[in-house]
């Protein structure tokens, strides 16, 4: 089992022709991802040699879709670009929008949000990101830029605002192995939260327990404390990156801004272990922790 992302999923890569979207698409094939094509406007009807399969180039994603059956689209289009590109994804009913592009304007993004949000008939598209490395089901399939080697199938699932983050934490517990990892990014607004995640991971019965991984700034953590307190059964392990964090400091991600009290890292520690995840001071003590909640299972 997984969440969101498995064998069968079909995916399209918008932007399959540049030089991201090309290096990416061809580590995602040799991950074993079921990859049927790209959307390109100005290069449709073409075709593109990628880890020795043969990628068609479509004008659009309501074509790809017809044409593949494609249920996921990857985007690696740039930031000036990236609205269109996923307004046109959620216009042609994609399941699964994963958008990896950084830089991508707040206000677009808002847009982009409020448009899913907006009609009935856009319920059925899921984005993560931007500004995120997707997301991996080990073993099975890969939408995004996380290394697939760096662990296999097991137990854990995880949800993080980190691109390097996530990787490391796979890489610490890959003798246990992942049902899925998402990195859901961590602008201001982002599609999928970590709500949305552990909700998921809940409901997914492979999943036995879960990592969750937030960063300085905004209350996401806080809520998702909230919402684990009501709703997750499964034991949750945490780790919030900037204990470090010099006050008022914008911090790499936009939205990692500190003010006051609200938004530190210790604020957000002690709101998820005052619904009992346990939380790490670093990388390696939160998997130390995993570890001992799986042996104990």
């Not at 996921?72 to 042609?92: G, L, N, Q, R």
């Not at 517990?173 to 998921?200: C, W």
């Amino acid at each position: 089992m997984s969440i969101y992302l498995n064998k069968d999923s079909k995916i399209i890569v918008q932007g399959i022709t540049g030089g991201m979207g090309s290096k990416h698409t061809t580590l995602m094939i040799e991950s074993g991802s079921n990859i049927v094509g790209g959307v390109n406007a100005r290069k449709a009807g073409t075709t593109v040699e990628l880890a020795g399969t043969t990628q068609p180039v479509f004008g659009s994603v309501a074509e790809a879709m017809k044409e593949t059956g494609a249920d996921v689209s990857v985007v690696f289009v740039p930031p000036a670009f990236t609205k269109d590109a996923c307004i046109e994804a959620v216009d042609a009913g994609i399941g699964l929008l994963v958008v990896i592009t950084e830089g991508v304007p707040v206000q677009d993004t808002a847009e982009v949000w409020s448009y899913l949000q907006s009609d009935k008939n856009h319920a059925g598209t899921r984005m993560i990101g931007p500004n995120c490395p997707g997301i991996i089901t080990p073993g099975e399939s890969l939408a995004g830029i996380t290394p697939h080697t760096i662990a296999g199938t097991g137990p854990i699932g995880l949800v993080s605002k980190s691109g390097t983050l996530t990787y490391q934490m796979m890489y610490e517990l890959k003798d246990f192995g992942f049902s899925t990892a998402i990195g859901i990014g961590g602008d201001p607004i982002i599609g999928t939260t970590h709500i949305d995640a552990l909700a998921a991971f809940e409901a997914d019965p492979d999943t036995k327990a879960i990592v969750m991984i937030g960063e300085i700034g905004g209350d996401a953590e806080e809520r998702a404390a909230a919402y684990i307190k009501d709703n997750v059964t499964k034991p949750v392990v945490g780790y919030v990156a900037g204990f470090t964090a010099p006050e008022g400091k914008t911090m790499g991600h936009a939205g990692a801004i500190v003010s006051g009290s609200s938004g530190t890292a210790q604020a957000k520690k002690e709101a998820l272990e005052a619904v009992g995840v346990k939380v790490g001071r670093t990388p390696s003590e939160t998997a130390a922790l995993m570890r001992e909640v799986l042996q104990s299972l």
